[in-house]
């Protein structure tokens, strides 16, 4: 079955320092890959999203590819906010209609001033 | 993007009783979802809700301990029954739709039973 590996965290930086958090899948086909933040005390939303390979999805000032090849989708941010400090979790899905998804673990992230 | 409440926000339970937990979208959508996420955990799909159909379990959860209900396109509830303090949860509602790919979350029910 699919599956989706992130880097186990928890990840501590300080403010400015750039930010790599890994993501890799298995699955057959071609998912949809994406990247979701959970604040603390809130639910889920939707940080960046791509939808075949080599797309590169942005928000906010996080980045990620799709890496068909690598089956990795990896998200970056150049200069990370002490505002950033959440839970990040890589998913994908295989699903036309927002189903089938799969989450991987989660990486916390603190960062300090 | 679909906008979503869940009522209520948090509560604290004893065990043995039941709690209905509330999603409400802002639009119809076709497919609504219920999560559960353990504290430090990832997500875990309990059911999918179809409305005019029975919701569809995941593996290891049954219809009798989360009964679910979908009366129409922009709303769904669930029950979690005879609670023990093993269901201290997030109990998060999500919605999907065709085209978008994505899923749409709430801002979950933190419970707590004691």
């Known amino acids: 079955g699919n599956s989706v590996t992130q880097m186990e965290g928890p990840v501590t930086l300080s403010e400015e320092a750039f930010l790599t958090i890994n993501c890799t899948y298995t699955a057959t086909g071609y998912p949809s890959l994406f990247w979701y933040v959970q604040y603390p005390g809130e639910g889920l939303q939707l940080l960046l999203k791509a939808t075949k390979a080599d797309d590169k999805g942005s928000n906010k000032g996080f980045e990620a590819t799709y890496r068909k090849e690598t089956t990795s989708f990896h998200l970056e941010k150049g200069s990370v906010q002490v505002s950033d400090s959440a839970v990040y979790f890589c998913?994908?899905?295989?699903?036309?209609?927002?189903?089938?998804?799969?989450f991987g673990p989660g990486t916390r992230l603190s960062v300090l001033p | 993007s679909a906008v979503i409440s869940q009522k209520p926000s948090r509560d604290i339970c004893q065990r043995g009783t039941s709690l209905t937990i509330q999603c409400q979208v802002d639009s119809q959508v076709t497919m609504m979802f219920w999560y559960r996420q353990q504290p430090g955990q990832s997500l875990t799909l309990i059911a999918t809700a179809n409305q005019g159909s029975e919701a569809t379990y995941e593996s290891g959860f049954v219809i009798d301990k989360f009964p679910i209900s979908r009366p129409n396109l922009t709303f769904s509830t669930l029950t979690v029954s005879n609670m023990s303090p093993e269901d201290s949860s997030i109990y998060l509602c999500?919605?999907?739709?065709?085209?978008?790919?994505?899923?749409?979350f709430g801002p979950g029910t933190r419970l707590t039973v004691l």
């Open positions: 999500s919605v999907g739709d065709r085209g978008p790919h994505e899923q749409f």
């Open positions: 998913a994908l899905s295989d699903d036309n209609y927002g189903q089938n998804f799969v």
